[in-house]
């Protein structure tokens, strides 16, 4: 690895720890100000509609500019929105109402890194060693994401929930300053943003079935199968276990997907595609439906994380199929869509989850998200031969 690639993985881990803390936080501020599992899940909305709603113009950014100083202007932002909300909740003028209107533009925020740094990273490696690259980058992405909730739930015990939010704008800061040091190995192809160049993007998408087939079984997956919006009522009601239990088991997924990654690096680059990424998803439901049945807070998390590490499969098979499929000039507007599809499951799925749980219990909702899961993966295998025949 070069020293651009190491200082761009460092600012990935920083704003990943970061996002997912402020994540794992706002959610356990919202349970403990209304307990209500249907205004938790609210926050889904909050953040779908201008995190989807302006990715494909994120991804036309990304494509027509320098991608590091995209990102860094994108976390300015975010970082005066944690900002704001540590201070509203350490003065004690914090609101439901605030959290969704704060939360909602730190979604927009995500909607212009995360195209810019998906692309870049095509931009730090040669080609050929694009798909170590990506297994390296999911994998500073599982340990961020494990080190986010985990470090929130610590925080948050000690001390509170707006110091948690300060730790988010210093993470920030810190994955901003990493940027300025990163030269790239591969000048991008650039191309100005337009209505035309967003068309484009989604038409190379749409012309790709695998791309379409991947980036949709995830979305279906995550959005029947994430308990993430309920884990608060896990933690608190189900398996009493508290802020710090709470903390563990936010971060079980991504331990879970952390030491998958650490397996995929040392095993040779996957080939049979799509036939590892079916079972992946199976695997990924049969965890769920095991999570939502489990009382046990050490089993609850070993399924937790089983559901990550069968996740991140997903994960390095669909990014490395994004990247070996699509042209420079294009990636920028291919991970927005992209995005789109994983902006749109996660926050759909806390809706979902929110809901649902408001009208059956959060362990039913879980359950049955599960078994769909399962029934999805399945008939998309059936359904969709050429994923089943998908090799890298």
Do not use: K
């Not at 004690?92 to 990273?121: D, K, Q």
């Not at 929130?152 to 509170?160: F, P, Q, R």
């Not at 499929?325 to 990636?331: F, G």
Request: glycine share 10%; with cysteine.
């Amino acid at each position: 690895m070069n020293r651009s690639f190491r200082l761009y993985l460092f600012s990935r881990f920083c704003s990943g720890t970061a996002m997912s803390l402020l994540r794992a936080s706002l959610l356990w501020q919202l349970w403990a100000l209304t307990h209500s599992e249907a205004r938790t899940g609210a926050l889904g909305l909050f953040m779908v509609v201008p995190g989807a709603g302006l990715a494909l113009v994120g991804g036309a950014i990304a494509d027509a500019n320098d991608r590091r100083r995209v990102i860094q202007v994108a976390q300015t932002v975010s970082l005066a929105a944690s900002a704001a909300l540590c201070v509203l909740t350490l003065t004690g003028r914090i609101s439901v109402e605030a959290i969704y209107a704060l939360a909602a533009l730190l979604a927009a925020c995500s909607a212009f890194e995360n195209p810019s740094r998906s692309a870049l990273l095509s931009q730090m490696v040669p080609r050929e060693d694009l798909p170590r690259a990506v297994t390296w980058g999911s994998t500073v992405q599982a340990l961020a994401f494990a080190s986010g909730p985990a470090l929130a739930g610590v925080v948050i015990a000690s001390a509170n929930v707006g110091t948690a939010y300060a730790v988010h704008a210093v993470l920030a800061l810190a994955s901003i300053g990493a940027l300025f040091f990163v030269e790239v190995l591969v000048p991008a192809t650039r191309r100005a943003a337009s209505w035309g160049a967003v068309r484009e993007g989604l038409a190379f998408v749409r012309q790709s079935p695998v791309l379409l087939a991947c980036m949709g079984l995830d979305l279906v997956a995550v959005v029947l199968g994430g308990a993430s919006a309920l884990l608060p009522v896990f933690a608190d009601e189900i398996l009493q276990v508290g802020a710090h239990g709470y903390g563990l088991l936010a971060g079980a997924l991504e331990v879970g997907a952390l030491l998958m990654s650490l397996v995929l690096l040392r095993l040779p680059q996957m080939r049979q595609a799509g036939v590892l990424l079916l079972a992946a998803v199976v695997v990924y439901g049969v965890g769920t439906i095991g999570f939502g049945l489990s009382t046990w807070f050490p089993l609850s998390l070993g399924l937790y994380a089983l559901c990550g590490a069968a996740d991140q499969i997903s994960v390095v098979l669909r990014q490395s199929a994004v990247q070996l499929s699509t042209p420079d000039e294009l990636r920028g507007r291919v991970s927005a869509v992209n995005m789109i599809f994983i902006v749109s499951s996660n926050q759909l799925s806390v809706v979902e989850s929110g809901f649902l749980a408001a009208a059956i219990g959060a362990q039913s909702t879980v359950v049955l998200g599960g078994v769909g899961v399962v029934v999805v993966a399945t008939v998309v295998a059936i359904a969709v031969p050429t994923l089943r025949r998908f090799r890298l």
